[in-house]
């Protein structure tokens, strides 16, 4: 072998391959320069040795001290900087590729994550929503993901944790929830109908021992908005004016007493047959199918008859 030869390779110690002297690592302490094992069996043997569980703990606590030790250091924010950028790519398919593989480690990590950072989970939700308006309201307004939306809040408001703590909560702020009912109820009209429709049709249905499986929205046939706005129709039919802010009770047109099936009794909560009156007219006319305008009203000067129509007098 020449001398030329001799002084641009050499032979591994490991391999035994003659192979340049690129291929071998720098070891200043040899005669030539470089370390006897070529750069592949350095690796190998590197990676040989990082399988030992041990060794590979005390690499990764030597790696974490360096790192604490030299993470502000302009130098390495430069570099972390610097690689983040041209390995992008290689970073986004590596992290999904890893989520892929540790779903549930992942999923689980970032429940627990969410729990210790409520305060900054909410700011980033909050943030979002300002930034992505439009693809926000455009998904939530898709009919698929309205009836999502209204089954998950269904399945979540009947969960035997939920109606626990709803039960809890009731017990314990009594005084609270009736304030704010009866504070409610004299501001909103619609709510205010809607807490009397109700308890109205659970009386009746337990005064004939019957049972109510359903909501009163779907006994009526109405949202309760639609409801309200029929009722203020039926006190002007009645009155010949707008419903004002008077005190009313919700009547039967043709009354409960009538009904002998809990199918009747049911039909007769029907909107249609349902109308406004004041307090003393409903009291006149209890039961009765072919009502007029009560005596006592006319007389006393409440009410007085124009074309037929009995106008409350205020």
């Not at 050499?10 to 391959?17: D, M, S």
């Not at 992505?132 to 009919?143: A, D, F, I, T």
């Not at 999502?148 to 979540?156: Q, V, W």
């Not at 009770?249 to 009538?258: A, E, K, M, Q, V």
Request: aromatic share 10%; charged share 35%.
């Amino acid at each position: 072998m020449s001398e030329e030869i001799l002084g641009t390779t050499k032979i591994c110690t490991k391999c035994g391959a003659e192979k340049p002297l690129e291929e071998f690592g720098r070891k200043a302490s040899h005669k030539d320069g470089h370390a006897s094992q070529c750069l592949e069996c350095s690796r190998e043997y590197d990676r040989e040795r990082a399988k030992d569980p041990e060794r590979r703990q005390a690499n990764i606590e030597r790696s974490r001290e360096w790192y604490e030790q030299n993470k502000d250091t302009p130098e390495l924010k430069e570099y972390r900087h610097k690689y983040a950028i041209d390995h992008s790519e290689e970073a986004k398919v590596r992290a999904k590729e890893w989520y892929y593989n540790n779903k549930e480690r992942s999923l689980a990590h970032g429940r627990e994550w969410a729990k210790s950072h409520p305060g900054k989970v909410k700011e980033s939700r909050r943030k979002w929503k300002e930034n992505n308006k439009e693809w926000y309201e455009e998904y939530y307004s898709r009919p698929e993901v309205k009836e999502h939306m209204r089954k998950k809040a269904y399945e979540y408001s009947h969960t035997e944790k939920n109606t626990a703590y709803r039960k809890r909560y009731r017990q314990e702020n009594k005084e609270q929830i009736k304030a704010y009912k009866t504070n409610r109820m004299k501001k909103d009209p619609i709510f205010n109908l809607r807490i009397r429709v109700s308890r109205l049709v659970g009386i009746t249905l337990r005064q004939r021992n019957y049972s109510k499986n359903t909501r009163t929205y779907k006994i009526i046939g109405l949202q309760y908005p639609e409801l309200w706005a029929y009722l203020e129709r039926t006190w002007l039919e009645n009155y010949g004016t707008k419903w004002n802010g008077e005190s009313y009770d919700i009547d039967h047109i043709r009354p409960l007493s009538s009904a002998s099936t809990e199918q009747e009794l049911f039909a007769l909560w029907n909107w249609q047959n349902l109308q406004l009156l004041s307090h003393d007219d409903n009291m006149n006319k209890l039961d009765k199918l072919n009502w007029g305008p009560p005596k006592e009203s006319i007389a006393h000067g409440r009410i007085k008859v124009e074309n037929g129509k009995r106008i409350l007098l205020i």
